[in-house]
């Protein structure tokens, strides 16, 4: 994997796990739409791209279903 793709895939447990290079993070899925809009509002104050990259890398995943 590149250093500079964003990989956002589902575990098991139905949490979201989100990487990029060596850094990556998994959180509940209740809390996917707000990282989103998090870095979509960073992408806006700051105007880098990497944000906007990671807030539509976390939208495209489609929601979990049980």
């Not at 500079?4 to 989100?18: A, C, F, P």
């Not at 707000?34 to 976390?58: F, I, R």
Request: charged residues 30%; aromatic residues 14%; without cysteine.
């Amino acid at each position: 994997m590149s250093d500079k793709q964003i990989e956002v895939t589902r575990l098991e447990d139905g949490q979201v796990m989100v990487r990029k290079g060596t850094w990556q993070d998994v959180f509940p899925e209740d809390r996917r739409e707000p990282w989103a809009a998090w870095y979509e509002a960073m992408n806006s104050e700051y105007g880098y791209v990497g944000y906007l990259d990671m807030a539509k890398a976390l939208r495209a995943l489609p929601a979990f279903t049980a």
